[in-house]
């Protein structure tokens, strides 16, 4: 039975081996394809497929200012996640 010490090295010697074989994850992740989209992005476009958007949420309260996009960011900040978009060219 392996311990868990020899599992990560069996691991590790994978994901280098991958690297040496230009498979590269950060550029996959970070690559023109990639977009990062987060749960206030999320919230804002469900929100928004029903009508409820910024201006109209602060008519509503007859507020200047109401914080959704500190709000959306925070949200953001909280948990986010990369979208990999395949190439439409294809």
Excluded: H
């Amino acid at each position: 039975m392996s311990t868990n010490n020899e599992v990560k090295q069996e691991i590790n010697q994978v994901i280098a081996d991958l690297e040496k074989q230009g498979i590269d994850v950060k550029a996959y992740l970070d690559g023109p394809n990639a977009e990062r989209t987060g749960l206030g992005d999320v919230v804002e476009k469900t929100l928004q497929k029903f009508g409820i958007t910024e201006d109209r949420f602060k008519k509503w309260f007859g507020l200047k200012e109401c914080g959704c996009s500190k709000r959306k960011k925070w949200l953001n900040g909280l948990f986010s996640w990369t979208k990999y978009k395949q190439n439409e060219n294809k």
